[in-house]
């Protein structure tokens, strides 16, 4: 079983500039979850979607923040513009809604904002 | 969700059993507690989940205090690869759609 892809892996821009990330969940998985990472802290909710609806964007920074998950598969974060406190690692997860509950992560993005 | 208590680090000689503690003295009826590790640059792993008794799978076993105030994940016999931050969640059961809420969890550090 393929598991969560995301992409790119690393990426470097300077504040004020714009960037996205890719995920493709598992097959299957109605739910997917954002996740921000900064160094030495456990991973925080950005957002959730369950198929192309969104369940829960309350940590969302939306001024500055968005994404979206088109056909209730692949998913996209931006960040325009970008600042320092960005900088971080940016986790995908996706899970069933049926059966197994677990979260299943992808290798993450890690941004860094100069 | 109720908050969980972890030790910041702990070592473990390879070959030897990993026990890791997690206070969750707040847990309610309907909360499980689940525990996740994350290894170096990669994303969370999924290890364990339970309720009130006690679970083993082909990873680790979770041991649960009977008032649930406390729990403990064991690593029957850690090898290298095990060294990870260890995470202890606790959340209601109701579905796939609930969010974790991930503490700073404890740095495990196994050794030759």
């Known amino acids: 079983e393929a598991g969560v892809a995301q992409s790119p892996r690393y990426k470097i821009i300077e504040k004020r500039q714009s960037v996205a990330f890719w995920c493709n969940p598992i097959?299957?998985?109605?739910?997917l979850y954002w996740y921000q990472q900064i160094l030495g802290q456990g991973p925080k909710l950005l957002i959730q979607?369950?198929?192309?609806?969104?369940?829960?964007d309350s940590q969302l920074p939306k001024d500055r923040f968005s994404a979206e998950r088109l056909k209730g598969v692949d998913s996209t974060l931006k960040i325009q513009p970008a600042k320092l406190e960005d900088s971080a690692v940016y986790l995908c997860?996706?899970?069933?809604?049926?059966?197994?509950?677990?979260?299943?992560f992808g290798p993450g993005t890690r941004l860094t904002v100069t | 969700d109720a908050k969980t208590t972890q030790p910041t680090s702990m070592d473990c000689a390879e070959g030897r059993a990993a026990n890791l503690p997690c206070n969750h003295s707040?847990?309610?009826?309907?909360?499980?507690v689940y525990w996740y590790r994350q290894i170096h640059s990669q994303g969370p792993q999924y290890i364990i989940h339970?309720?009130?008794n006690n679970e083993t799978n082909e990873m680790a076993s979770l041991i649960i205090t009977e008032d649930r105030k406390s729990s403990t994940l064991i690593l029957p016999h850690a090898t290298l690869r095990d060294t990870a931050v260890y995470y202890c969640?606790?959340?209601?059961?109701?579905?796939?759609?609930?969010?974790?809420?991930f503490g700073t969890g404890t740095q495990l550090k196994v050794e030759l």
């Open positions: 997860a996706s899970s069933q809604v049926r059966g197994r509950y677990e979260q299943y």
């Open positions: 097959s299957g998985h109605a739910t």
């Open positions: 979607f369950q198929n192309n609806g969104v369940v829960d």
């Open positions: 707040t847990i309610s009826g309907n909360e499980y």
């Open positions: 339970g309720l009130k």
């Open positions: 969640i606790v959340r209601p059961f109701t579905g796939g759609g609930n969010k974790l809420t």
